[in-house]
């Protein structure tokens, strides 16, 4: 009797402790920033644990990045990759020396920042030598990743997750199509995907029409049953598993079409 009345109260406490069935979470991240004061102090105003990511070749990099931590954000680096271009930005055939160099060069610009992000970089992610080096790399500095996903022939997050680096995949670009209808409609869907598969990442712009549909749904994301949360609570919640829409850019599953535009 002892023993069972032990189980049973194992059993409770387990039922306890354990996540809600319906759990419905959403991080955004609002990319390219950096760039204009008026567009990132406008991001920077989004209710909610929004991701700021910050480009390293901006003239507002620095401060913009400052401003974000003291605001209580989470600030990312948007690392160019190919085909962007510029001092910073990483491309396959650059040895890995002065791919290290643009690296600590983009995070001295970028403060704060905790992780990173690529910016374009349908040719870079797909290279497995450069992206595991990159993924032990940030594991040495406890910075973490997420994929962009710009390419469906990304092996980047697959190389993270191969050498347990804190990583998540995007699941929803919100604009590439920039009208408001468009976007609500990006957005609706990253709502369904957080009900369907328990949580959903999401990529804006700070585009005017972004903004202004962020700024009037985020408010009311709660009383559709979804939880806006930081990355590194998404990261806690995904445990570092890549999710069932995700598994077919494993690089041993064929190839798909590109998930979203540079």
Excluded at 12 to 29: D, F, Q, R, T, W
Excluded at 56 to 77: E, M, N, S, W, Y
Excluded at 120 to 140: D, F, K, N, V, Y
Aim: with cysteine; hydrophobic share 40%; net charge neutral.
């Amino acid at each position: 009797m002892r023993y069972l009345l032990c189980l049973l109260f194992c059993l409770l406490a387990g039922v306890a402790h354990a996540a809600p069935a319906n759990k419905a979470y959403m991080s955004i991240i609002i990319d390219d920033l950096g760039q204009n004061p008026e567009r990132d102090s406008r991001a920077l105003a989004l209710p909610g644990p929004v991701t700021m990511a910050i480009m390293p070749d901006t003239p507002h990099a620095t401060d913009f990045a400052r401003q974000a931590h003291k605001a209580g954000k989470t600030v990312i680096l948007h690392l160019p990759m190919d085909p962007a271009d510029g001092p910073y930005a990483w491309h396959p055939g650059v040895p890995v020396e002065e791919l290290a160099r643009r690296l600590d060069s983009a995070l001295l610009k970028v403060p704060y920042a905790v992780g990173i992000n690529n910016h374009m970089g349908s040719r870079m992610t797909a290279q497995r030598e450069p992206m595991a080096w990159l993924m032990g790399e940030l594991q040495r500095r406890h910075l973490f990743f997420v994929d962009s996903r710009t390419s469906a022939a990304t092996v980047a997050a697959f190389q993270a997750q191969a050498q347990g680096l804190a990583q998540v995949s995007r699941d929803v670009f919100l604009d590439n199509v920039r009208t408001t209808e468009a976007i609500g409609s990006e957005l609706q869907l990253g709502v369904e995907l957080a009900r369907k598969q328990g949580s959903a990442i999401l990529i804006g712009h700070p585009y005017p029409q972004t903004l202004e549909v962020l700024e009037r749904e985020l408010p009311r994301l709660k009383r559709q049953g979804v939880e806006l949360i930081g990355l590194e609570q998404m990261i806690a919640e995904r445990g570092n598993q890549t999710m069932p829409a995700h598994a077919r850019h494993h690089p041993t599953a064929p190839t798909g079409q590109i998930t979203g535009k540079e």
